[in-house]
Each structure stands twice: as C-alpha cells, then as structure tokens.
C-alpha cells in the first residue's frame, strides 16, 4: 500500500481534467476509507476522496480519478497545491532546520515573517506585533488571551460564526448546534449579535446598509444597553466574509458602526481573517474592503500553502505585559515559517489578489446569468473567489435547500468537480486563486448543469 506514498509529482493537461475513470470512491478508495474509517477517529469527513497527489488545482485520488478542487482544501492552497515556492522553502527547512522551538529561543524565520506580516497587516497602529501558532483555532485562543489581558471578561461575537473548535474559539463559534452539542460549558462570557446577513436577516430588511444599520444597533441597545457593560467588553469578534456561515458580505455601515463602538466604548476589533485572508476575497485582507483597521486580526489556513501555521497579528500595545503568559512548542515551527514566506512573496510577485477579484467577477457573472434562469439558486453572493451560491426551495420564503444542494455537490463530485457546503445550504466556491481560467470555468459550468437538473427533478 505505501506504493501510493511513494508517487513522483503529479502532471496533468488542462484539458484532460476531470477525469473520472471509476466510481467514487473507486476500489481502491474504498479499502483506505474502510482502514481510515476503523482507526480514525469521527470528524467531518462527508466527501469520499481520497487524495494522494495534488498540484495547483488538481487532485489526484488513489483511483488515478483527476478532479478539479474548487474549495482549495477549505481555502487553504490559496497559492495552488504544492506550489513551486513553498515546496522549494520546505525544502530549505529540511537539508537545514526542521523546527527549533521559536517561542523558547529565537529564529531568523520568525524574525522575518513577523516582520513581514508587520509591514502588510492593516492594524490599527504604525506596526504590529504577531505571535505564531499551528492553526486557526489557536491564533483565535491566543487573540482571546491577548484581549482578556487587556480588557474584560465579555466578548461579543455573531449568529453563524465560526472560530474554531477549542474550548474558547467554540465559544464564539455560532453556526452549527453540532459544534457545541454534548460539551457543554464552554468560555462563559460570550454574547451573540445576528451578522449582518443581507439576504436573511430577522428583520427581513432588504437594504443591506440598514441591516448593518441594525447588527450594530442590536449590539448597541440590547447587549451593552441590557446585558453587560461596555467597559467590561474584551473584543467584538467577527468574520470580515462570514465563512462556514454561508459566504456572507456583510454591508460597509457594519463596519462603520463598529469603528464607532470602538470609539465610544474602547472596545477592541478582533477581525478572523483565517478563512477570508490572504488574497482569497481579491485584496490581501478582506478587511481591506471596508476600510477598518482591526486591533488584533487572525490569520491560518492559507499562510502556510498547506504547512500549518496561523499567526495572530495585534497592536503593539496589546502585547503580553510580560514572559510566561502565553507560548507554544510549535508555533513558528522552522519548516511552516519558511513556508508562509513562500506565499507571500510568491502572493506579491504574481498579484493574486489581484488575479482572485478579475477571475471572481467572471464566475459571479456567470452564475447570476444562471439565477435568472434557474429557480433553485436564490442568492448569489462573493468578494473576489470566495463565492456562495445559496440553494432555495422557494425564493419568496427562502427555505433553505439543503438536500439539494448536497445532492449537487455529491453529482458535482462524479463528475470530478469537489465543492465544499458552508451555511444550510450553500455551495461554497473557493479554488485555489492560481487555478487555471479553463479549470475554474469547466467548474463553474459542471455546477451550474448540476443545479439545473436537480432543479429539473424535484419539479417533477
Ligand atoms: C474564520 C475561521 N476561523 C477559525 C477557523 C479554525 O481554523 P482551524 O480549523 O485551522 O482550527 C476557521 C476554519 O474553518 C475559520 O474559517
């Protein structure tokens, strides 16, 4: 079996992508799923791949089936798979250092890429400080800590959020009942404000200003006016583009009425950039869009080009008032460190944030050409390719989809084209932002025919 690990990189034409040669998952795909099945663990795994080799946006499965990722491994190969820099960088950590304990000692890594996300993070301050963690959870729990440190107990936080799963990220987490269902007792202290959702909202206002009008007002009147008292407030947390919530855009007077809190109350911004950063929403940072400078602001996922890493970036002042408060054994890890700067430089070289908005208007035309034409698709929403296309049974009561839009994307999947769902029932559109113009649109194209046809069925 170690026959599928020991592989030379995968090649493949463009124009022999998909290519399906078998069921999925195929023969040799069951009996992997079969072993991982008895000695994994339960998580979320709910699509059948199993992915042996990857380069940019194709994936190779044990079968030999080529598909077309469209969801960047949960928007993290926002560079592509094994992409030539951070290969090269890992490399460069194996003939030299795999890892030396950055948090204990010092390495000229974790000088340089703090030094680098320093200068490109839009903190609210002249420079900002970073301390690097393993993942996104982590650099949300040390955003937690860094905020508890210098504030209060309370955290506001949103309705379909998500933070992470570790005992204070969950807490802010909000999307799912699964998440928390059976751990009970999590970090009290969180309160939750409906996101500015302009599609569902539970005013059901129509112009999007007055729902951020209103997220703003709820938090204002009912949370600070009734439940706790500003000075006590740590951090509003929020996602800039709300994620496994469904690929959510929030409107610009959200953002304004949170500067505004922070200037009324001290309370501090903590943006979660962890799924909407680097690149993918067509600037650098989603927030970017908006015009706010956060006071502290996560990072993960993407950073590393598939090496785990996640840093959280903080004003200066922020930072722990002494040693000992906060650390980790693989934070900064040498060989992720290396990696993240590959992205970067590789980010800056090729413009792709750039690249990620021009390729994101011609899939967003694409689809709402398709929403004229098919009742199933009720919402078409993105920044850049970080794109929902929300699944309705009926568009005037907006009852979530959510049958059928497994449906498509597990017909999408035979057909050699992996989406991921966010939200009830949504499809999420997340390529890596170097995918091939060609691959993206034979992606598109095979989702659109398969929310037709099951548009089609389910009028029958
Ligand atoms: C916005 C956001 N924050 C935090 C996380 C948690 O990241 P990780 O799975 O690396 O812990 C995620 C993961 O999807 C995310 O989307």
Do not use: W
């Not at 905020?147 to 309370?154: E, F, L, S, V």
């Not at 021009?358 to 919402?379: H, N, P, S, T």
């Amino acid at each position: 079996m170690y026959e599928d690990l020991k592989l030379p990189p995968l090649e493949y034409k463009v124009d022999e992508v998909p290519k399906i040669l078998t069921d999925i998952p195929g023969p040799k795909a069951k009996k992997y799923i079969e072993i991982a099945n008895k000695y994994n663990a339960r998580s979320t795994r709910e699509i059948p791949v199993v992915a042996r080799r990857a380069k940019n946006a194709v994936v190779e499965d044990v079968d030999g089936n080529l598909f077309i990722d469209m969801a960047a491994a949960i928007a993290v190969a926002n560079v592509g798979h094994n992409n030539p820099y951070v290969v090269e960088r890992i490399k460069r950590a194996l003939d030299t250092m795999i890892n030396f304990a950055a948090h204990d000692f010092y390495t000229v890594g974790i000088a340089l890429l703090a030094q680098k996300l320093s200068e490109l993070a839009p903190i609210n301050a002249d420079y900002a400080k970073v301390f690097f963690v393993n993942s996104g959870t982590e650099s949300v729990e040390a955003g937690i800590k860094i905020a508890r440190h210098n504030r209060g107990p309370y955290f506001i936080a949103f309705y379909r959020a998500f933070h992470g799963r570790t005992m204070g990220s969950l807490s802010l987490t909000c999307s799912k009942p699964v998440h928390r269902k059976t751990f009970y007792s999590t970090m009290p202290g969180v309160r939750h404000a409906p996101y500015p959702d302009p599609y569902r909202n539970p005013r059901h206002e129509e112009n999007p200003e007055e729902v951020g009008k209103l997220a703003i007002e709820f938090i204002e009147d009912y949370i600070l006016g009734h439940a706790v008292d500003p000075e006590e407030v740590a951090a509003i947390v929020f996602e800039p583009v709300q994620g496994e919530g469904g690929y959510i855009v929030p409107p610009k007077s959200f953002f304004e009425g949170l500067e505004r809190l922070r200037k009324d109350y001290g309370i501090l911004l903590f943006d979660d950039e962890v799924q909407a950063g680097m690149g993918r929403t067509g600037k650098r940072f989603a927030i970017e869009h908006f015009g706010l400078r956060p006071d502290i602001m996560t990072l993960a996922k993407a950073l590393g080009g598939g090496a785990p890493i996640g840093a959280t970036i903080i004003r200066p002042d922020l930072d722990f008032k002494g040693d000992g408060y906060h650390s980790s054994t693989f934070g900064g890890n040498n060989l992720a460190v290396l990696a993240a700067l590959g992205v970067i430089d590789y980010m800056k070289e090729h413009n792709l944030p750039e690249r990620a908005a021009k390729l994101g208007e011609k899939v967003m035309k694409r689809l709402k050409e398709a929403q004229e034409e098919i009742e199933l698709i009720g919402d078409v929403r993105g920044l850049g390719l970080m794109i929902g296309v929300d699944l309705v049974k009926d568009r005037k009561t907006k009852a979530y989809a959510t049958e059928e839009r497994d449906k498509v994307i597990l017909n999408a999947l035979k057909r050699g084209v992996i989406f991921l769902p966010c939200g009830k029932s949504v499809v999420r559109i997340a390529p890596p932002l170097t995918i091939e113009e060609e691959l993206l649109m034979k992606g598109v194209e095979i989702l659109i025919e398969e929310i037709k046809k099951v548009d089609k069925e389910r009028k029958k």
